[in-house]
């Protein structure tokens, strides 16, 4: 069993539906990561987050420590949305290092 | 642009060759991050230096080595390449561990 577990692990919506990514983990960490890899290949940084919820735009992510459990929501989702979402936790140590969940194949058609 | 500049954008080699993938990180960054990503595991921590020094080091392998210099920018060397080495490896940096880590666009390493 994977340290850091996403689900769905593939997602397809229609332009405009709200959707929710979930990443559960089974170690102790200190923070998450919320990336974005578009097919290109290049990976963005959306959010970094260790307690409560945070926004940006469409995107909210939110987190509960004592559950360990994170996720992320984009509202009114577009077609431009289409890309692999990936959380990834940092270790309880004084790294940085991360720990990976497998990624969520988002598809939004038109 | 994330401002983590990675060079070669893709290399394809053979196997038994050794190359240098390059990374500079953000100005004022002082934590880098190697990532290996390949179809069948996803992304994995490499290895991560702050300040010139080895900090964490994750599953690489012995025929990988890497380094950061005084001018912050790091190197990952890969030799005695297999078929299996083939993947996009990624650089990121953060001021500092435990900061949001920015990416470069990664190397696509191709070994035939």
């Known amino acids: 069993k994977n340290e850091v577990e996403q689900s769905p692990q593939n997602l397809t919506a229609q332009e405009g539906e709200f959707i929710t990514i979930n990443c559960s983990y089974s170690?102790?960490?200190?923070?998450l990561h919320w990336l974005q890899q578009h097919p290109g290949g290049g990976i963005v940084s959306l959010f970094m987050?260790?307690?409560g919820k945070k926004k940006h735009g469409r995107l909210i992510a939110t987190i509960n420590i004592q559950e360990k459990h994170s996720s992320l929501h984009i509202t009114a989702s577009h077609p431009r949305d289409s890309a692999v979402y990936i959380c990834a936790a940092y270790g309880s140590g004084n790294t940085g290092k991360l720990i990976f969940g497998q990624g969520t194949t988002l598809q939004v058609k038109p | 642009d994330s401002g983590v500049t990675q060079t070669p954008k893709h290399l394809i080699t053979a196997t038994g060759q050794r190359v240098t993938l390059r990374c500079s990180p953000r100005s004022g960054d002082l934590s880098v991050y190697w990532y290996q990503q390949s179809l069948d595991q996803g992304l994995q921590f490499l290895i991560q230096y702050y300040n010139g020094e080895e900090r964490a080091k994750g599953n690489i392998l012995e025929r990988f080595s890497a380094q950061q210099f005084p001018d912050l920018h790091s190197e990952l060397n890969l030799s005695s390449l297999e078929l299996g080495d083939s993947a996009l490896y990624f650089c990121a940096s953060s001021p500092h561990p435990h900061q949001p880590q920015h990416f470069g666009d990664g190397t696509r390493l191709s070994i035939l």
């Open positions: 170690v102790g960490i200190s923070a």
């Open positions: 987050l260790s307690s």
